[in-house]
């Protein structure tokens, strides 16, 4: 399986993106698929997961009430809605696959198996 995030860019402060992870064939309907980000100098983070069957969602607490994640299973693609942005959020934003239901450690970056290329984004202050 291969991913491919893309939707990263330069926004103002308090502004909107949504970042697409486009997987390049179905993916087994247990899946999780994840959001990860490495702010510049700092070490990789959980950002938010959604299992691809149930549909149910998990957040980092620094980003509960301001991203959302959400599946589109006919188009094997996985969108982070991100809204009211903060330069803390500046980071690679990376998505993530697991071929299971992760059901504990699922924001621990060695339970995925499957990594995109990342996506730059940068929120100006």
């Known amino acids: 399986v291969q991913l491919q995030a893309s939707g990263g860019g330069l926004v103002q402060a308090g502004g909107s993106l949504r970042l697409s992870c486009v997987a390049s064939?179905?993916?087994?309907?247990?899946?999780?698929v994840a959001w990860f980000r490495q702010p510049p100098g700092k070490e990789r983070e959980f950002v938010a997961a959604v299992f691809r069957r149930g549909g149910s969602t998990y957040y980092a607490d620094s980003v509960k009430g301001r991203f959302s994640i959400s599946r589109d299973r006919a188009k094997n693609t996985v969108y982070l809605q991100m809204s009211s942005l903060k330069p803390e959020d500046t980071a690679i934003y990376y998505c993530?696959?697991?071929?299971?239901?992760?059901?504990?450690?699922?924001?621990?970056?060695?339970?995925?198996?499957?990594w995109g290329q990342g996506t730059l984004v940068t929120v100006s202050s």
């Open positions: 993530a696959s697991s071929d299971t239901v992760i059901l504990s450690g699922r924001a621990t970056p060695n339970a995925y198996a499957y």
């Open positions: 064939e179905r993916p087994n309907s247990g899946n999780t």
